[in-house]
Nanobody, 121 residues
Framework: QVQLVESGGGLVQAGGSLRLSCAAS????????MGWFRQGPGQEREFVAA????????DYADSVKGRFLISRDTAKDTVYLQMNSLKPEDTARYYC??????????????WGQGTQVTVSS
């Protein structure tokens, strides 16, 4: 079982930046792919980005490529999502996830409670 706790959300103007953090704990965490999903109002949860357990492989949704960067600090058991050039359509609750690779297709995942990101126009 993996426990995930997100932080770093908030309110930002369009064009601004935020960095989300996800602190993980639990047995075997370091062998999971980690990543982020988001869910906007009235929308389904969608994949955003993922990183392999080695940190060498990354995967991004087309909507965030070139703007978001996912990274992993295995020494701190933490995954980060640097979000740049934010747009109002990025407004959502962002959830940290852990699971098998590729994370976007994993049949089951562990989830955090989420952190709200709001981008004003």
């Amino acid at each position: 079982q993996v426990q995930l706790v997100e932080s770093g959300g908030g309110l930002v103007q369009a064009g601004g930046s935020l960095r989300l953090s996800c602190a993980a704990s639990g047995r075997s965490f370091r062998y999971y792919s980690m990543g982020w999903f988001r869910q906007g109002p009235g929308q389904e949860r969608e994949f955003v980005a993922a990183i392999s357990w080695t940190g060498h492989g990354t995967d991004y949704a087309d909507s965030v490529k070139g703007r978001f960067l996912i990274s992993r600090d295995t020494a701190k058991d933490t995954v980060y999502l640097q979000m740049n050039s934010l747009k109002p359509e990025d407004t959502a609750r962002y959830y940290c996830a852990a699971g098998s690779s590729p994370l976007r297709l994993a049949p089951s995942r562990s989830w955090g409670q989420g952190t709200q990101v709001t981008v004003s126009s």
